[in-house]
């Protein structure tokens, strides 16, 4: 069965927010420029400092992002993930409502 995925974007803070399941301690690190993913704190192993289950992503400024960006966005999913869990078109596009 698959996780819920929940998809949010705040405003103020200009942060996209792409949660697996429900929400829960985590530690983020950031795999390229304004693109952090986050790992569950639970599963986290700290001597090896990696994690070991992905529980999200969060986008930072996503509203500066250029049509590169959100390619390199999409490319983090499967084709058809974001379909199959949101009913919706699996591109992110500049105008997030899409999703």
């Avoid at 069965?1 to 829960?24: C, H, N, P």
């Avoid at 301690?25 to 390229?32: K, Q």
């Amino acid at each position: 069965m698959a996780s819920k995925l929940t998809i949010s974007y705040d405003q103020d803070g200009d942060l996209l927010e792409i949660a697996f399941g429900s929400v829960r301690p985590a530690i983020s690190e950031e795999l390229v420029s304004n693109l952090f993913v986050r790992y569950d704190l639970a599963t986290y192993d700290e001597e090896k400092n990696e994690g070991k289950e992905i529980i999200g992503f969060t986008v930072a400024n996503i509203s500066l992002w250029k049509d590169e960006d959100f390619r390199r966005l999409n490319r983090l999913f499967p084709s058809g993930v974001l379909k199959e869990r949101t009913g919706k078109s699996g591109e992110v596009h500049r105008g997030r409502e899409e999703l």
